[in-house]
């Protein structure tokens, strides 16, 4: 026969009866198995007779059958385990003994007691018919193991699975600490109630968390609990970082606060295990209570050890989603923020004089930061009200005809002029004004400076229900010194802003061109913030008789000079185009006008494509010149990107550059795409580059689109490589599609 043991492995027990037995030989038999039985972990019961009386069986049967008053021999096994009847096994005892047949269950479920006290088991068991030495059925013996605990740890490992999945799924937190806690309540071998406490970011209290079983006026009252030495077992759990088992309430020293609340809450005993991070931070604390003073066994800690850990991997992953969404919430902020003051900013350098500067800054204010503003400044010593903005033309109107006293010691607007520091309350500027009329609450002065000297306030005004917070005065005070700085610099600004705007408006078209026969896109990202003028540049135009010229180029360096040497390339390419038989005749008058530069105006090389394409029905064929620039790719009607070699030098190095014609012919839905280096160059954060192999791939897997499409794919692909990190260069994209 094969028994299995608590570890789930089996044995084997092999029991040697001779064919014709004899009375003394069946007794030294029986002696066997009691004596190998008597100190096992296995269940042994020896039954004899039709009633099943029992005649022995070892410590294992009595323990697990359960209750000292059961702990007797020489009654029927139905008069001294009344519950087996219903459940049929008494039914196979009969069975077994009628036929003479042995009989074996495998993880038989068996209720064991009645009322409160009964308890679910499981075991596997052979029933063997007892012989006589005529061979006649005397008995049965009951052989066993209980595999309550192997089942258990089972269904306990398949809910610590499905809370992994839901963890994993970032289901909320109180939904996975409740659904751990009532699959430990349930499948607990003894009854238990499981309590989670999750500590605050100090690590200094506990706050409720989980607890589905326990009342509800005793989870209120330890909700917000301080860590502690004493402080019950979690206080104490969570303040040394071990374990704490308190197994009788009722003397333990840690519940003397709390004796009479856990009384009033029917518990006994509490067992708490504090709940860690990976470096070691609190996190909360997990408790297992029971009605009884009760001790753990070695299962009850391991279980106590798996859950705190799986609670610590939810909390943390909940923390983690918690310190996300704030991240994304204050990143939002700061980018609405930062747009604001770009906006704003723009704005600012584009005024023409300082009072339109001024009339911008009170504009921008109002309602952003409040519903009411007004600029001043010092003119010939004395405040002049030079711009106001309010939600309403009357409110505008009141606020305009109000001029602050320069030298009152009750005017917000001269102390600020006077000390050079915001001025912040929440009621009533003093000094006369027509705040009642207005409605004020509160105001915000901010003083506008210019090399340290202060020559005007900003001054924001709430009414209402609106208020000032730190936020909004940090946000008040950039603007405030931004203004003043374009308030200074507004000519001198506006010109060098102008003068970016034009300079960057000539690397560009302002729009593609329509082209029959032909599906054109452009994509042009500049590096950083786009603040600088770039050196990445493209252009398509017409030619005579249906004939286009198309370029993609990029100029060394960057800034204004770099524009110009742009300008210049476009500029020259455009005008001798018309003129001159192909595109390698026109390359050479770029490159020459590139080595004709004053030296002032010298930005180095140039890598640059430049072609020439005429649509027929067939498709456009192609001619272009490869000036040391990226190789351009073909995209076939196959979905494949192949890389064009075509051979050629840098411009505005030498007076002869190595630049040969290739020719092209494109199918219908083929494409050309060419592209500037800061595509191939793109980093991600361990500095390897993106490269011509993943350009091609991300080309070659995607299915046939228009070229905005491939546009679109090669952008996606270099940003999931890039994982979002800026870009240290410009990227310009041109793709020509055949229709």
């Known amino acids: 026969m094969t028994l299995l043991p608590r570890s789930g492995q089996p044995f084997a027990l092999e029991t040697h009866l001779p064919s014709a037995p004899t009375p003394a030989s069946v007794s030294s038999a029986e002696d066997d198995l009691r004596a190998l039985f008597g100190q096992s972990t296995a269940v042994f019961a020896s039954l004899a007779g039709p009633a099943h009386l029992l005649e022995t069986a070892n410590a294992a049967f009595f323990t697990a059958i359960g209750g000292s008053e059961r702990t007797r021999t020489g009654v029927p096994l139905g008069q001294l385990m009344p519950e087996l009847l219903a459940q049929g096994f008494i039914g196979l005892l009969d069975q077994v003994y009628r036929t003479g047949k042995p009989y074996t269950g495998r993880d038989a479920r068996v209720v064991l007691g009645q009322g409160e006290a009964a308890r679910e088991a499981f075991f596997d068991f052979t029933y063997e018919p007892r012989l006589d030495a005529g061979g006649n059925v005397v008995g049965v013996r009951v052989i066993g193991v209980e595999t309550t605990q192997v089942k258990q740890a089972q269904r306990l490992a398949l809910e610590h699975?499905?809370?992994?999945?839901?963890?994993?799924?970032?289901?909320?937190?109180?939904?996975?600490?409740?659904?751990?806690?009532?699959?430990?309540?349930?499948?607990?071998?003894?009854?238990?109630?499981?309590?989670?406490?999750?500590?605050?970011?100090?690590?200094?209290?506990?706050?409720?968390?989980?607890?589905?079983?326990?009342?509800?006026?005793?989870?209120?009252?330890?909700?917000?609990?301080?860590?502690?030495?004493?402080?019950?077992?979690?206080?104490?759990?969570?303040?040394?970082?071990q374990m704490v088992i308190v197994t009788d309430i009722a003397t333990d020293p840690f519940w003397d606060d709390f004796r009479d609340l856990a009384d009033k809450a029917g518990v006994?005993?509490?067992?708490?295990?504090?709940?860690?991070?990976?470096?070691?931070?609190?996190?909360?604390?997990?408790?297992?209570?029971?009605?009884?003073?009760?001790?753990?066994?070695?299962?009850?800690?391991?279980?106590?050890?798996?859950?705190?850990?799986?609670?610590?991997?939810?909390?943390?992953?909940?923390?983690?989603?918690?310190?996300?969404?704030e991240a994304e919430a204050k990143e939002k902020t700061a980018r609405g923020d930062l747009a604001f003051l770009l906006e704003t900013s723009t704005v600012l350098a584009s005024a023409l004089d300082d009072e339109q500067a001024l009339e911008h800054l009170a504009a921008s204010c109002v309602p952003r930061l409040a519903?009411?503003?007004?600029?001043?400044?010092?003119?010939?010593?004395?405040?002049?009200?030079?711009?106001?903005?309010?939600?309403?033309?009357?409110?505008?109107?009141?606020?305009?005809?109000?001029?602050?006293?320069?030298?009152?010691?009750?005017?917000?607007?001269?102390?600020?002029?006077?000390?050079?520091?915001?001025?912040?309350?929440?009621?009533?500027?003093?000094?006369?004004?027509?705040?009642?009329?207005?409605?004020?609450?509160?105001?915000?002065?901010?003083?506008?400076?210019?090399?340290?000297?202060?020559?005007?306030?900003?001054?924001?005004?709430?009414?209402?229900?609106?208020?000032?917070?730190?936020?909004?005065?940090?946000l008040a005070e950039e603007l405030?010194?931004?203004?003043?700085?374009?308030?200074?610099?507004?000519?001198?600004?506006?010109?060098?802003?102008?003068?970016?705007?034009?300079?960057?408006?000539?690397?560009?078209?302002?729009?593609?061109?329509?082209?029959?026969?032909?599906?054109?896109?452009?994509?042009?990202?500049?590096?950083?913030?786009?603040?600088?003028?770039?050196?990445?540049?493209?252009?398509?135009f017409p030619l005579a008789e249906g004939q286009w010229a198309f370029m993609l180029?990029?100029?060394?360096?960057?800034?204004?000079?770099?524009?110009?040497?742009?300008?210049?390339?476009?500029?020259?390419?455009?005008?001798?185009?018309?003129?001159?038989?192909?595109?390698?005749?026109?390359?050479?008058?770029?490159?020459?006008?590139?080595?004709?530069?004053?030296?002032?105006?010298?930005?180095?090389?140039?890598?640059?494509?430049?072609?020439?394409?005429?649509?027929?029905?067939?498709?456009?064929?192609?001619?272009?010149?490869?000036?040391?620039?990226?190789l351009p790719f073909h995209i076939d009607t196959h979905h494949t990107a192949h890389p064009v070699q075509a051979p050629g030098s840098l411009l505005g190095i030498a007076p002869n550059p190595h630049i040969p014609v290739h020719r092209l012919c494109l199918r219908p839905h083929e494409s050309l795409l060419l592209y500037t280096d800061g595509i191939t160059e793109a980093r991600n954060a361990h500095g390897e580059q993106f490269g011509e192999d993943r350009l091609a791939e991300s080309l070659t897997n995607g299915p046939q689109l228009t070229a905005h499409h491939l546009i679109d794919t090669v952008n996606k692909a270099v940003h999931t490589f890039t994982a979002g990190h800026d870009n240290d260069d410009d990227q310009a994209i041109l793709v020509l599609t055949a229709t």
Request: glycine share 8%; aromatic share 4%.
């Open 371 to 474: 519903p009411l503003c007004a600029v001043d400044i010092t003119e010939n010593g004395q405040v002049a009200r030079i711009a106001t903005a309010a939600c309403s033309r009357a409110q505008q109107r009141l606020l305009a005809d109000h001029i602050p006293v320069y030298d009152a010691a009750d005017d917000a607007v001269a102390r600020v002029l006077a000390s050079g520091l915001s001025e912040i309350a929440r009621r009533t500027p003093t000094g006369p004004g027509p705040w009642q009329e207005l409605g004020v609450t509160g105001y915000v002065c901010i003083p506008l400076k210019d090399q340290g000297r202060t020559f005007g306030t900003m001054t924001l005004l709430s009414t209402g229900e609106h208020t000032f917070d730190g936020h909004t005065v940090a």
């Open 161 to 241: 699975r499905v809370l992994l999945e839901q963890i994993a799924r970032q289901a909320p937190l109180p939904e996975v600490l409740e659904g751990m806690a009532r699959a430990i309540e349930e499948l607990a071998p003894e009854r238990v109630l499981v309590s989670v406490l999750l500590a605050d970011a100090d690590g200094r209290r506990l706050r409720h968390g989980a607890a589905p079983s326990l009342p509800d006026f005793y989870n209120k009252a330890i909700d917000g609990i301080s860590t502690g030495e004493g402080v019950g077992s979690c206080g104490t759990a969570a303040h040394r970082r």
């Open 480 to 540: 405030a010194r931004r203004a003043a700085s374009a308030v200074h610099n507004a000519r001198q600004y506006s010109s060098r802003a102008a003068l970016a705007r034009d300079l960057q408006a000539g690397l560009l078209m302002p729009n593609v061109p329509h082209v029959p026969g032909a599906d054109i896109a452009t994509h042009y990202h500049p590096a950083g913030e786009g603040l600088d003028i770039g050196g990445d540049f493209y252009d398509v």
């Open 268 to 325: 006994a005993s509490c067992w708490s295990t504090p709940i860690l991070a990976r470096d070691g931070a609190l996190l909360g604390t997990f408790a297992m209570y029971h009605r009884v003073p009760r001790a753990p066994q070695q299962a009850d800690l391991a279980v106590a050890r798996i859950f705190a850990d799986t609670a610590a991997l939810a909390i943390e992953r909940h923390q983690a989603e918690q310190a996300r969404e």
């Open 553 to 630: 180029g990029d100029v060394c360096g960057r800034g204004a000079l770099a524009a110009t040497t742009t300008a210049l390339v476009r500029h020259t390419a455009r005008a001798v185009a018309p003129l001159l038989p192909g595109p390698q005749d026109v390359v050479k008058a770029v490159n020459q006008a590139l080595i004709n530069r004053s030296d002032s105006h010298d930005t180095g090389f140039v890598t640059l494509v430049y072609g020439q394409f005429t649509p027929s029905p067939d498709g456009l064929t192609i001619d272009f010149v490869r000036a040391g620039h990226t």
